[in-house]
C-alpha cells in the first residue's frame, strides 16, 4: 500500500491568516491525490482532485499543488467555516490511502 | 442533485451478522463506482473497498478482504456493505461514496455501526 504522511498533524491560526498543509507519498502517485475537509458530525467534503483541481462549489482561497510525492494545500485567507479536519487521498492505486489528518483550530 | 443516503444506526453484539446499505439517486448509479470508506472513534479515514454495480465488479482492500462483503442491487440502486460476524472493533463509522474517474465526489451521511455486549 502506498503510505501518505501528513503534517502537521493539528495547527492554530486566525481567521484571515494563510495555512499549508503538505502531505507526502511513499513513492510517485503521478497527479492522482485529493483533499477533503471534514467537520464534526459530518461526512468528508472534497475541495481538491488531482493534485490543484478545485471540485464545483469550492471557494478559490483553497489550492492544492504539487506533483510525484509532494503536494500541499493552502488555505489563502481563513474563514471561520475552514475550522475543521483536512486529509489527502492518494488515488494513484488501490488500496486509495489517506493522510493521518490535519485539524486546523482557531 | 446526486444524493446517497445510508441507512441507520446499528447496535450490534459481537458474532452478530449486519447489512448498511447506500441508495443513490439523481444519476445512473450503473456508471459510477461505489467506495466504502471506515472511520474509527477519533480516527482517520480507511478505503475498505469499491463495487460497480453495472457489472459487480468488486475491489478490496488488503485489510478488508475476508472481513466485509460488498454487494449491490442495480434494480433499485443500492450497495451494501454486509458482516458475517462482528466484533467489538468493527465499532465505527461508514461512509459511502460515489467514485468518479479517480475521485470520491459525492458522500452519503454516514451510517454508525456500535457493537458492545
Known amino acids: 500500500d502506498i503510505q501518505m504522511t501528513q503534517s502537521p498533524s493539528s495547527l492554530s491560526a486566525s481567521v484571515g491568516g494563510r495555512v499549508t498543509i503538505t502531505c507526502r507519498a511513499s513513492q510517485s502517485i503521478s497527479s492522482y491525490l485529493n483533499w477533503f475537509q471534514q467537520k464534526p458530525g459530518e461526512a468528508p467534503n472534497l475541495l481538491i482532485y488531482t493534485t490543484s483541481t478545485l471540485q464545483t462549489g469550492v471557494p478559490s482561497r483553497f489550492t492544492g499543488s504539487g506533483s510525484g510525492t509532494d503536494f500541499t494545500l493552502t488555505i489563502s485567507s481563513l474563514q471561520p467555516e475552514d475550522f475543521a479536519t483536512y486529509y489527502c487521498q492518494q488515488s494513484y492505486s488501490t488500496p486509495w490511502t489517506f493522510g493521518q489528518a490535519t485539524k486546523v483550530e482557531i | 442533485e446526486v444524493r446517497l443516503v445510508q441507512s441507520g444506526a446499528e447496535v450490534k453484539k459481537p458474532g452478530e451478522s449486519l447489512k448498511i446499505s447506500c441508495k443513490g439517486s439523481?444519476?445512473?448509479?450503473?456508471?459510477?463506482?461505489i467506495g466504502w470508506v471506515r472511520q474509527m472513534p477519533g480516527k482517520g479515514l480507511e478505503w475498505m473497498g469499491i463495487?460497480?454495480?453495472?457489472?459487480?465488479?468488486?475491489r478490496y482492500s488488503p485489510s478488508f478482504q475476508g472481513q466485509v462483503t460488498i454487494s449491490a442491487d442495480k434494480s433499485i440502486s443500492t450497495a451494501y456493505l454486509q458482516w458475517n460476524s462482528l466484533k467489538a472493533s468493527d465499532t465505527a463509522m461508514y461512509y459511502c461514496?460515489?467514485?468518479?474517474?479517480?475521485?470520491?465526489?459525492?458522500w452519503g451521511q454516514g451510517t454508525l455501526v456500535t457493537v458492545s455486549s
Open positions: 439523481a444519476y445512473t448509479f450503473t456508471n459510477y463506482w
Open positions: 461514496a460515489r467514485q468518479k474517474e479517480r475521485r470520491f465526489d459525492y
Open positions: 463495487i460497480y454495480p453495472g457489472d459487480s465488479d468488486t
